[in-house]
């Protein structure tokens, strides 16, 4: 099944700074990001990167997450600085073929056509 794929999730320790991959080389697509879902809330957009290379982020994880990507556009990446319990959740990588804007991405739900990995899981511990 053509999907992206993230790895890099795990338990980590408050304050910690791990590193999420995404390899998004199986789809075409324009703009992509992180989202996440904790357990009893609704999916929210986290960070996303647009057809150029710019960047948004959620009020959240402002000025601690950092998206970013490959030349090739084949791996995407999510840096995780000063994790705290409240990032818990499963983070998933989508690949969006319209919205070239990371903007739009953030802000919109992403397009039915849009490619979505199965998730990776974040706990963070006090």
């Known amino acids: 099944q053509v999907q992206p794929v993230e790895s890099g999730g795990g338990s980590v320790q408050a304050g910690g700074s791990p590193r999420l991959s995404c390899d998004v080389s199986?789809?075409?697509?324009?703009?992509a990001g992180w989202f996440r879902q904790a357990e009893g809330k609704e999916r929210e957009a986290v960070a996303t990167i647009g057809m150029n290379g710019d960047t948004s982020y959620s009020d959240s994880v402002k000025g601690r997450f950092t998206v970013a990507r490959d030349d090739a556009k084949t791996t995407l990446y999510l840096q995780m600085d000063t994790l705290k319990p409240e990032d818990s959740g499963m983070y998933y990588c989508v690949a969006d073929p319209g919205l070239a804007k990371s903007r739009e991405l953030l802000i919109r739900a992403p397009a039915r056509n849009s490619w979505w990995g199965q998730g990776t899981q974040v706990t963070v511990s006090a």
């Open positions: 199986r789809v075409v697509y324009a703009s």
